[in-house]
């Protein structure tokens, strides 16, 4: 039995980055050793075990070979014999297909060592088009690494075209493209996703509301980049410097703006009634991928009503009060909180302007804690306890007190 590291900590060992989980490749062993040893199996379609002290995990070094369509369509060899070599050659990149021994050594067979230093993300093998899930992981991979220079490999590009074109990307689950999409949006540069989608054309049947971006004229004296969905890449950057790890923010910017794409041929490059006209796509969107509730409410806020909060110095006190109210913003105040962040995203998010000052984010959350700070036992109702008092008074006497808070 030996025992060796492998896979991400390996690969941000070499490229002195800080690492997560330490994953363990286990070559010559059974089950039964494992078992017997104390670790404990939680692998359902392979075998993987928990070390009995650390909590680390070790799998069981395996091969596996194409029987059915999708990322589950695999059969799993974990017997003795597979080598450590047979492993790695079952990853995904060379960056990922590295191994280390218990002196430090590495184990590189597939020039894991050489793509870091030149900075392609590349595949390990042909095997990489029997899973899906690899085109979306490589999506996420560069949403990570791209900062750092990392570019997809010309070959691995065109093995992803040819997965899309032979139908592989149809058979993603919604469940794991979430996954996916969600752990992008927390990396430093997750507009580098839908950038890889779109390059190997994979966008338009992952995320088609976003790609019908691509290509949308906007108006250059508000929108220099011009392009859409140029845009929504901005923003997404954006996005990752104002919050970053926030997921929820990142939905925010990169779905604010899908009513664009719905915009008649000849309003462009206006787009009058475009935060309504995104509500259904948004809507499909969230359906289609199963989007937490959260984040769904997050997004059709900021999508709604993004370009009233804008102009938010033109609105009464009342409509602001109504727009806040209307976010369930009492109930939920970050909510209001990480709207003002996605629009201040959306301002910055335009080319030439990725510095600019947004005040209006700054009075956004003014307003709600002026409102928060209006409760119903401070009212005047003439001496009388709030348990004789209706509910309906009670709610329009605060609705005039926060008013009048707003307009303080």
């Not at 909510?335 to 030439?352: F, P, Q, S, T, Y």
């Amino acid at each position: 039995m030996k025992v060796y590291r492998v896979g991400g900590c390996v690969r941000d060992r070499l490229l002195g980055c800080s690492s997560g989980d330490i994953d363990h490749v286990v070559v010559g062993a059974t089950q039964d050793e494992m078992a017997s040893l104390g670790f404990k199996a939680i692998g359902r379609d392979f075998p993987v075990f928990l070390h009995p002290d650390s909590g680390e995990e070790y799998a069981l070094a395996r091969s596996e070979r194409k029987a059915g369509r999708g990322y589950r369509g695999f059969v799993v060899d974990a017997d003795p014999s597979v080598t450590l070599e047979q492993d790695l050659a079952r990853r995904d990149f060379t960056i990922n297909a590295m191994a280390e021994d218990g002196d430090g050594n590495v184990i590189d067979p597939y020039g894991g060592q050489q793509d870091i230093e030149q900075r392609w993300l590349r595949h390990v093998s042909d095997a990489f088009a029997e899973d899906p899930v690899r085109i979306l992981r490589a999506a996420r991979f560069l949403a990570r690494f791209a900062p750092l220079g990392f570019r997809l490999h010309p070959d691995t590009a065109e093995l992803m075209r040819g997965m899309v074109a032979d139908g592989e990307v149809d058979h993603l689950v919604p469940e794991r493209v979430w996954k996916e999409l969600s752990r992008a949006l927390t990396e430093a540069a997750p507009q580098a996703f839908v950038q890889c989608l779109r390059e190997v054309g994979a966008l338009v049947r992952i995320l088609p509301e976003v790609d019908a971006l691509y290509g949308v004229p906007q108006r250059a004296e508000f929108h220099p980049e011009v392009d859409t969905g140029i845009h929504i890449e901005l923003v997404m950057a954006q996005a990752a410097r104002l919050a970053p790890g926030n997921a929820m923010i990142g939905f925010g910017a990169l779905t604010h703006d899908l009513g664009k794409a719905l915009t008649p041929e000849a309003e462009l490059p206006r787009h009058v009634l475009h935060e309504q006209r995104g509500l259904k796509p948004l809507d499909a969107l969230c359906q289609r991928l199963k989007v937490p509730t959260d984040y769904r409410k997050l997004a059709r806020a900021v999508c709604r009503e993004h370009l009233n909060i804008h102009r938010i110095d033109e609105l009464k006190p009342s409509t602001l009060h109504d727009l806040i109210a209307r976010c369930d913003g009492l109930r939920n105040p970050q909510l209001i909180r990480d709207m003002a962040v996605v629009c201040e995203a959306d301002k910055r998010g335009r080319k030439g302007l990725a510095d600019s000052d947004y005040p209006q984010g700054t009075r956004l959350v003014a307003a709600l804690d002026a409102m928060l700070a209006i409760n119903a036992r401070d009212l005047d109702f003439g001496g009388r306890p709030l348990s004789e008092i209706g509910g309906e008074a009670i709610g329009a006497a605060l609705r005039r007190a926060r008013i009048a808070a707003l307009r303080r």
